[in-house]
């Protein structure tokens, strides 16, 4: 089959196009307004950008009522966010902080979760995920679309301190049979990860600190 999107119908009952691209790492990001609502939601276009220093994104779609997410706005007015590992064993809560809900309303309260302190910014984090970033917001890239809520906000942060749960680690690697984050599939599925298989590029030996994410190597590497 071919179509072309907004142009020719695909005749399929469902839209391929999010079902085309999996699994999507999940950006659960928590951020705080400028007058103390806490806010937790999470974002299925997410990723990370660089290692050197590091960058991540994520891309929050309007609502239906063609406004900004509250995340995109309190990320923008204050300069913080935090990434939370969204996992297996915290997949209801994630799914609860997916609700849209009239603006205040505390996510970690309605998910029951417990929150913790950052080290570097006044954002609360989950405290039983195994894994945080907490980012200065950098930009934010608005791409025009179709209403209602096809238009989107890209925010990309610089990542500045990083929280990794002891427990999560097997010979000095955070092991994902450990961690089991979960991924965001097609229409309302879901994967998790539970195992992994490893492939070393043959030849690759110059790109391979870049490609492990070695800012300790990359630092080391002669300038040109």
């Known amino acids: 089959m071919f179509y072309q999107p907004g142009s020719t119908p695909h005749n399929l ?7 085309c691209v999996v699994p999507r790492p999940i950006g659960w990001i928590s951020t705080k307004s ?3 609502h806490t806010n937790l939601a999470p974002y299925s276009q997410f990723n ?3 290692f ?6 994520f891309s929050a779609n309007q609502t239906p009522s063609q406004t900004r997410k509250d995340t995109v706005v309190n990320a923008e007015n204050t300069g913080h966010f935090v990434w939370n590992l969204a996992t297996y064993d915290l997949r209801e809560a994630v ?3 997916a609700e849209q809900v009239p603006y205040g309303t505390d996510e970690f309260v309605r998910a029951g979760l417990e929150k913790e302190d950052a080290s570097m910014m006044d954002v ?10 907490e980012c200065v917001y950098h930009s934010t890239l608005r791409l025009p ?7 989107v906000d890209v925010v990309i942060g610089k990542v500045v301190g990083v929280h990794v749960d002891d427990r999560v680690l097997t010979d000095g690697k955070i092991d994902v049979r450990k961690t089991k984050p979960i991924a965001r599939c097609g229409y309302f599925e879901y994967a998790v990860v539970q195992d992994t298989f490893e492939m070393v590029i043959p030849g690759g030996k110059e790109i391979l600190y870049g490609l492990e ?4 190597r990359n630092a080391e590497m002669p300038r040109l």
């Open 95 to 97: 799914n609860i902080s």
């Open 145 to 151: 679309a179709n209403p209602p809520m096809g238009t």
């Open 124 to 133: 609360p984090m989950v405290k039983d995920s195994p894994v945080k970033f």
């Open 213 to 216: 994410g070695s800012a300790k």
């Open 34 to 36: 400028h007058d103390g």
């Open 13 to 19: 009952p469902h839209d391929p196009f999010k079902a």
């Open 48 to 50: 990370n950008l660089t």
């Open 52 to 57: 050197d220093p590091p960058y991540v994104m």
